[in-house]
């Protein structure tokens, strides 16, 4: 499927800073806890889709097409807030996330443990 035209707001369009295939890296955080979810990729028209439909809208870099959170497996991401970094070149959506969010079927896509970072000033 061919991308669409944009026809996101030009004031939030001009604020984006997109990477060279015209992506945004969108972060998705639980609007309650602050539990960070999932992190996915936007085009203008994803981001259109986000603000104006109420859902989640990605773009897939694997699939080249549009996808909406939750269409094939019930695990919607209904927005509560979006919001843009100091840069312009990430996005914070906060959602209230009907099950899982990761396509593993896992709560979130960053319970594949920790990494054993050391932590500074730590006993």
Known sequence: MARVTSILDPAVAARLKRDPSGLVAAIIQQHDSGEVLMLGWM???A???TLTEGR???WSRSRAEYWRKGDTSGHV???RSVALDCDG???LVRVD???AACHTGDRTC???GDL???VEGAA
């Open 47 to 49: 981001l259109r889709r």
């Open 110 to 112: 960053f319970d594949s």
């Open 116 to 118: 054993g970072a050391t």
């Open 97 to 99: 996330q009907v099950g």
């Open 77 to 79: 991401q209904h927005v």
């Open 89 to 91: 070149d990430a996005l």
């Open 56 to 58: 989640v809208t990605f």
């Open 43 to 45: 085009d203008d028209e």
